[in-house]
Structures are given as C-alpha cells and as structure tokens.
T-cell receptor, first 111, second 113 residues
C-alpha cells in the first residue's frame, strides 16, 4: 500500500522567508502528484499538479518538484506571506481511484 | 461552473439518526469521489463513481453507508444509524478527464452528538 509522509508536521516562519515543504512516498509507480492547501475547517484547494513524466510545476510564488525514482516531492514557497498560513497536503495518484494523502504540514507565517 | 459544490456545509445530528449529503461535481468531470477526513489526518478514500456506476468502495465504507449517483451528475452519500465515530469532514471531489487533477468541494462537516 502506498504511504505518503510529509515533513515537517508543522513549520513557523517569519514573513518574507522562503521555505520548503517535503513529501515522500513509498511506491514510485504513480500517475501524478498533487499539492493542496487546506484552511482550518475548509475543503482542499489544488495548488499544483505534476504528472509522472514531469519534473516540476510553477504557479506564482509556488514551485513543486517531483523525483519519482526516489519517491520525493518538494513544495517551495517564495517570499512567504501571512495569508500562506494553512495546512499543505501532498497526494499521489496510483490508479483510477487511489489518491493517497499525507497528513500535511501546518504552516504559520508570522507577520 | 463554479467548481465542486457540497451541501450542507455543516450537519449536527443525534446518534442513531440518518443523514444525507449531496455533491455536485464539475459538469464535464465524469469521475466523482467521496473522502472522509478526521482531525489532523489526510483525507481517506471512501468510494468513487465513473458516470453513474459505483466502481469501488473502501473497507471504511461500512454497510451503514451508501452512495448513489443516479444520473451520472450529482451524488448523495447517506449514513444510516449514525455513530459518534462518524463525526468527520466528508469531502467530495471530481477529476478532470484531461489530466486527472482532483478538484475538491468545501466539504460537509458532520458532528454526531
């Protein structure tokens, strides 16, 4: 069974700092990997989707990388802002119905 | 189309009562998924539909749970004889057939008292 691990579980940084969130997965036979953001008590907002054939995706201040062979992905957030405070979830898709999630990294950006 | 819509946003029910949630996916997405999320955990797969066919159910989906998608559009998730352990956020998602990216709704938070 696919296992997804996210490190660290929580992270607190001062505003303006660049930061990296880590995601690892045990089975490299994935279709794609998706990063989501979740605000407290809310649903999931998709941030970036990386297909298995891709190495990275960028959207604004966000950059996600994928190293399928080593089972790792990183989410880089540049020039963090207080509005970035949320839980960030990594999920890998291994089949038609299987999206496996990590437990998330709770990010706090201090003004 | 404004995305995946879920109703209600919150539901408080007494133990033993039945509850039903609704999900309206993005119209051109033919796959629809239900997930459950408890506090501090990532979402866990419950079931999924391709059009109106329910193709897989997780072992998490006990016989008190039933999901339908009668016309291949909206879906309902019913929980019968609710228990306190059913308290969770129930998330619905649909996937873009072009890239299989998931779009989630805002969820229904169920509290069983």
């Amino acid at each position: 069974k696919q296992e997804v691990t996210q490190i660290p579980a929580a992270l607190s940084v001062p505003e303006g700092e660049n930061l990296v969130l880590n995601c690892s997965f045990t089975d490299s036979a994935i279709y794609n990997l998706q990063w989501f953001r979740q605000d407290p008590g809310k649903g999931l907002t998709s941030l970036l989707l990386i297909q298995s054939s891709q190495r990275e995706q960028t959207s604004g201040r966000l950059n996600a990388s994928l190293d399928k062979s080593s089972g790792r992905s990183t989410l880089y957030i540049a020039a963090s802002q207080p509005g970035d405070s949320a839980t960030y979830l990594c999920a890998v898709r291994t089949g038609a119905n299987n999206l496996f999630f990590g437990t998330g990294t709770r990010l706090t950006v201090i003004p | 189309d404004t995305g995946v819509s879920q109703n209600p946003r919150h539901k408080i029910t007494k133990r033993g009562q039945n509850v039903t949630f609704r999900c309206d996916p993005i119209s051109e997405h033919n796959r629809l998924y239900w997930y459950r999320q408890t506090l501090g955990q990532g979402p866990e797969f419950l079931t999924y539909f391709q059009n109106e066919a329910q193709l897989e159910k997780s072992r998490l989906l006990s016989d008190r749970f039933s999901a339908e998608r009668p016309k291949g559009s909206f879906s309902t998730l019913e929980i019968q004889r609710t228990e306190q352990g059913d308290s969770a956020m129930y998330l619905c998602a649909s996937t873009d057939p072009k890239d299989y990216g998931y779009t989630f709704g805002s969820g229904t938070r169920l509290t069983v008292v």
